[in-house]
């Protein structure tokens, strides 16, 4: 479904490395830059699950499950065996949460499996080539940094959250000045306050960097793959090689999409774990 290189191959990767954004400007220049594309996908993926799971719990039954709900039960009890084994508190929020971070990461992660010339195959068919060689549109909203880092914010404002209904605000304070490094004597107490607080807010800034990081890389770097290959197979290898390593590639990535997916809802749990215990 790729279509022919304009400029060659940098050209086209490049062209499809570029977002569908708005621009936001005042006299004094651009303030706000508006992926939609991110947004869009993100948000139908999104949707998309809540209303699957929602229609499967609307209609399941104890009997003999239908193949769609025996799917979202299998979902749902893996995703909730990973919170028991890690988090031993109540999970009335906590799996539900990790449920959807798995699912909603997962749909978006797996959009890199679409062909990579779909979008601009789509505007070609309806609006004409010459609008869509013009036009932007990026499938995986987890190959874009903003959706990784904005993901990663929401996950640690959670875990900080947690910390604090455990804790109470005024224990999560002293937890921040006080841990790891403890001591017994007054005036030792007030000099390892700010080493204490300095180690805290790198950890809690360090969280959301790897979170978000993690998942961007490799989702960056599949989509790039797939890029390289829809490239060659129009401009050098041909239609047929083209298609046999991009499957071959499809089928590694599957692990990668399911494995990164994984990751950060293990992550989340882990931080919201740790978040809630007592030092």
Known sequence: MA????????????HHL???????????????NLRVDSLAVSFV?????????WLFARKATSGVPSKGQALVELAIEFVDT?????????RRTVTPLALSIFMWVF????????????????VHT?????????????????????????????VILIVIGHGIKAKGG???????????????????????????????VVETLSKPVSLAMRLFGNMYGGELVFMLIAGLMVSWIG??????FNTAWAIFHILIIALQAFIFMMLTIVYIATAREHH
Request: charged share 10%; net charge negative; glycine share 8%.
């Open 107 to 122: 749909f978006m992660n797996a959009m890199d499996l679409l062909p990579v010339d779909l979008a601009g195959w789509l």
């Open 3 to 14: 279509s022919e290189p304009q400029g060659g191959l940098t050209e086209y990767i490049q």
């Open 45 to 53: 993926l999104g949707a998309a699950f809540c209303l699957w799971f």
């Open 239 to 244: 239609f047929v090689p083209g298609v046999v």
């Open 170 to 200: 005024f224990g999560y304070g002293k937890e921040m000045l006080t841990a790891p490094f403890h001591a017994e004597s007054m005036p030792a107490k007030i000099i390892l306050l700010i080493p204490n607080l300095l180690l805290n």
């Open 82 to 90: 990973q919170v028991k084994d890690t988090f031993h508190g109540d």
């Open 126 to 154: 309806f609006a004409g080539a010459e609008t869509a060689h013009h036009t932007y549109f990026r499938m995986v909203p987890t190959a874009d940094i903003n959706t990784t880092i904005g993901l990663s914010l929401a």
């Open 18 to 32: 570029n977002h569908m954004t708005v621009n936001f400007s005042t006299d004094h220049g651009t303030f706000w």
